[in-house]
């Protein structure tokens, strides 16, 4: 009987070992039932994907906070709630309530939430790459506000009754598409000392020193579908915000 050479086998037994490691990580997918919960298992490192499994409603507080610069993560709410105790004005802001806050970091995805009820239902700080898709915020003092960083992507995302519904303040070459911000009290994109974005076949009626390319303002203005209203009349968002 022909022997096997044992470095050969050696190396056959390290790359079925690495590629099976490798195909673990990519798919390691686990569910979460409360923000403690999820932040745990965010910052854990152990796994790609942390999905939302219930609905977490009058939370008070900030939900996760992603203060240590944790990159690679994705957040996937499924469609599920994640509900605050109610936006507290602008004064508040200087200790804000946030959804999901990321501080530094990159790379990291958050996609299919409904955040209602916070002073910020993102709050991005000094973070690149990272990515929010296919939310819909409802009823935030401020939807997304983006700050510092840069080239990150915002797309296909819902904004409505908010104070500010896109705040992008000194954050450069992010991509911001298909969004659809309406019913804002103040502005629904508001853009200053900031560099390079683009905005693409985005839906809004109000600006400040924003435009989607080659138009003023934005692509679409607003309209009683475009925003997800029931027909019949908008709802009186004041009622959520104060």
Not at 151 to 178: F, H, L, P
Not at 203 to 229: E, K, M, P, Q, V
Request: proline share 2%; hydrophobic share 35%.
């Amino acid at each position: 009987m022909r022997q096997r050479k044992p470095e050969l086998w050696a190396a056959v037994t390290f790359f079925v070992v690495a590629t099976s490691t490798a195909v673990d990580a990519a798919e390691s997918v686990v569910t979460c039932s409360s923000c403690d919960d999820c932040q745990a298992k965010l910052i854990s490192g152990s796994y790609s994907v942390v999905e939302l499994d219930v609905d977490i409603i009058d939370y008070p507080g900030s939900c996760i906070e992603l203060h240590l610069g944790e990159s690679g993560l994705t957040f996937d709410c499924a469609g599920h709630l994640i509900d605050g105790d109610g936006p507290r004005g602008e004064p508040a802001l200087d200790d804000p309530e946030q959804a999901v806050a990321m501080i530094q970091g990159s790379g990291n995805t958050v996609r299919n939430c409904t955040i209602s009820g916070f002073d910020a239902a993102f709050y991005l700080v000094n973070a690149s790459g990272m990515v929010l898709e296919n939310n819909d915020l409802i009823g935030n003092w401020v939807g997304i506000d983006l700050s510092n960083g840069g080239s990150n992507t915002i797309r296909s995302n819902i904004v409505r009754g908010s104070e500010m519904g896109i705040k992008i303040t000194n954050s450069d070459n992010n991509t911001v598409e298909s969004n659809t911000v309406c019913g804002s009290f103040l502005w629904d994109f508001y853009h200053e000392s900031s560099t390079g974005n683009v905005g693409i076949d985005n839906t809004c009626d109000s600006t400040l020193y924003w435009n989607d390319l080659a138009t003023s303002g934005c692509t679409y203005t607003c309209s009683i579908f475009s925003c997800g209203f029931e027909t019949g009349g908008f709802e009186d968002w004041s009622s959520v915000l104060y």
